[in-house]
């Protein structure tokens, strides 16, 4: 099945919690008002409605990084053969990643989104990821020497913003979600965000996570090295970790 770049869904489609995938994670789609949402897996973790969610610590963590190839790899090549960090993988786990060639001095492409994984279950060991169909290798990459890092989507397996910053943000939760289940999450357009006003945004202000509350919005002076998500909209008779009105410029 193929999709196109961006789906367009009615409001009464927005706020599904679905048990079986219904599209590819990271699937953008949009309303007619121009909102735009993902695709996304729930982590092991309940979403709570309302509140900014982070990537999965996976994304991002050291065992995706410098995995050396296992097999010389040619110009034409479809799949490539890796040795996995310490990070066990079920098969197509990493469906929808992606794929990066660290070394500057081999030409060509450097990043690839990840078709399918063959299962590893040990950890560091032998592991088989292939390209999206119709897509091959441009470069030579060479056995025991060239590297790559690896993740999965920011959209799988998403959890609350923690305080403690382990992932970029992915989006706003449209209704509480079940653990493991499948929903949307809005990353652009006017929305609505649980605000912590500890410190006091103002009307057109910009927004980024918190570090006091998870799963909150709050002014981007409070830590301008945090990323934007969001122009605060309103803010009159609001008290501290309500949810307010939100221009979100995630995505």
């Given at each position: 099945m193929s999709f196109p770049n961006i789906v367009h869904l009615d409001d009464q489609q927005i706020y599904v919690?679905?048990?079986?995938?219904?599209?590819?994670v990271g699937q953008r789609?949009?309303?007619a008002d121009g909102r735009v949402f993902r695709y996304a897996l729930a982590g092991g973790t309940a979403l709570i409605s309302g509140n900014l969610q982070a990537c999965s610590a996976q994304?991002?963590?050291?065992?995706?990084?410098?995995?050396?190839?296992v097999n010389n790899v040619s110009v034409g090549d479809t799949s490539i053969a890796i040795t996995n960090g310490a990070t066990t993988w079920t098969k197509d786990e990493l469906k929808g990643g992606s794929l990066v060639n660290q070394k500057v001095a081999e030409l060509g492409a450097h990043f690839w989104r990840i078709h399918e994984n063959t299962a590893e279950a040990a950890g560091s060991a032998e592991m088989t990821l292939t390209l999206s169909p119709g897509v091959t290798f441009d470069t030579l990459l060479t056995a025991g020497t060239s590297t790559v890092n690896i993740a999965p989507s920011p959209w799988s397996k998403v959890i609350i913003s923690p305080t403690a910053v382990s992932g970029i943000p992915v989006g706003v939760a449209m209704r509480a979600v079940t653990a493991s289940r499948y929903c949307f999450l809005q990353t652009g357009g006017?929305?609505?965000?649980?605000?912590?006003?500890?410190?006091?945004?103002?009307?057109?202000?910009?927004?980024?996570?918190?570090?006091?509350?998870?799963?909150?919005?709050?002014s981007q002076t409070a830590d301008v090295n945090f990323p934007t998500c969001a122009w605060i909209v309103q803010v009159a008779s609001m008290s501290s970790l309500n949810h307010t009105q939100v221009y979100l410029i995630i995505d």
């Open positions: 919690n679905e048990l079986a995938r219904g599209m590819p789609v949009e309303t994304v991002g963590h050291a065992n995706n990084d410098n995995l050396v190839v006017l929305g609505s965000c649980k605000i912590d006003t500890t410190d006091t945004p103002t009307v057109g202000e910009r927004l980024a996570p918190s570090n006091n509350t998870a799963g909150t919005l709050t």
